[in-house]
DNA sequence: CGTCTGAATGTTATGACATTACATGTCGAT
DNA sequence: ATCGACATGTAATGTCATAACATTCAGACG
C-alpha cells in the first residue's frame, strides 16, 4: 500500500523541487525552478504533479493553490489531513485528528455521501510569525 | 451580530444570483447571468462577494473555485462549517460540527496558532447521484 | 447651498492558475 | 518487429482573480 513505482524523470524532479523548497509552491513556482532541467510547459508539472499525489508523497492545498512535499510520506495511509497555513511566512503543518475524522465519517455515513477527498485547512498565523508581531 | 447593513444594488443582483442558482457558482457564471442587469466586469462580482462573504450571506468553496449563498443565514454565527460537495450534480450541502471545531480548535490552542479561517470540505458524490448510479 | 469625504461603482488591462488537443518518444510483452 | 500502455513535449486556450485608475453617489458639516 505505501509502495509505488519507481518515479520518472519529471515525477523525480517536481518532488524534489518541493522537498527542497520547505513551503508550499506553487505549479508555475515549480516550473521555474525547473526551467534548468529542462521543463518548459506547465503540463509537466501538473502531470507529475496527478501523478505524486496519487502515490501520497504531494498534497494540494486548495485555498492557496499549492502543493507541498508530505511530511510523512509512510506515516499516515489515506486518513484524512489537515494543514494549518501561515499567511505570514508561508510554513505549513500537516497532521490528523482521528476524532474530526470520525466526526466527518459519521455526518457523510448518515447522509450516504460516497467521499472522494476531504480538505481540511486552517489559514492564520503561526506561533513564531506572532510571536515576532507580523503585519 | 447577525445584522448588516442593507446591501447596495450589486451586492443584491449577486446574492439573488446565488439563491436562484441552488448549486455553487463561479465568480464568472455569476457574471454572466448578470449581464442584462448591467454587469460587464469580474471585478463588479468580485468586490459584491467580498462583502456578501464579510456579512456571512455567501461563503466561498475553496476546492472547486465557486460561490454558494448561505443556506442558514442565521443559524450558526461565525461557527467552523463544513461542506459535502457532489462533484455530479454540484448539489452542496452545509453543516457543523461542534466536535469538529472542537479538536482543530484544540490543536490550534496547542500549537499556538492564530486561525484567520477555517476550510472543511468533502467532495464525492452524493445519495441521489450513488443512487442512480451516476457516471 | 457648497464642498468634503468615504464608500461603491465602472472600465481596461493584466496576472495567476489549469486544461485541451495533438504529436512524439520509450519500453516491455508477445 | 510491432503492438500497446504510459510518459513526454509543445502550442494554444480556457478559467479564475486582482491592479490601477477614473467616476459617481450619499451623507456630514460649515
Known amino acids: 500500500m ?3 513505482p519507481e518515479l520518472t524523470r519529471n515525477q523525480t524532479l517536481v518532488l524534489k523541487a518541493l522537498d527542497r523548497a520547505e513551503g508550499p509552491l506553487s ?3 515549480i516550473l521555474d525552478r525547473l526551467r534548468d532541467d529542462g521543463f518548459r510547459a506547465p503540463l509537466q508539472v501538473y502531470r507529475a504533479l496527478e501523478k505524486l499525489q496519487q502515490f501520497g508523497l ?3 492545498l486548495e485555498s492557496i493553490n499549492a502543493f507541498v512535499a508530505c511530511c510523512q ?3 499516515h495511509r489515506h486518513e484524512t489531513i489537515a494543514f494549518a497555513i501561515c ?3 508561508g ?3 500537516e497532521f490528523s485528528d482521528a476524532a474530526v475524522e470520525e466526526r466527518l465519517n459519521e455526518w457523510v455515513r448518515a447522509h450516504r455521501f460516497k467521499p472522494a477527498k476531504t480538505t481540511i485547512e486552517i ?3 503561526c ?3 506572532t510571536a515576532r508581531g507580523a503585519g
Do not use: I, N
Request: proline residues 4%; contains cysteine; aromatic residues 4%.
Open 2 to 4: 505505501t509502495a509505488h
Open 27 to 29: 505549479a508555475y513556482g
Open 58 to 60: 504531494v498534497h494540494r
Open 73 to 75: 510520506p509512510h506515516g
Open 87 to 89: 499567511s505570514h511566512c
Open 91 to 93: 510554513r505549513v503543518d
Open 123 to 125: 489559514s492564520g498565523e
Open 127 to 129: 506561533a513564531d510569525c
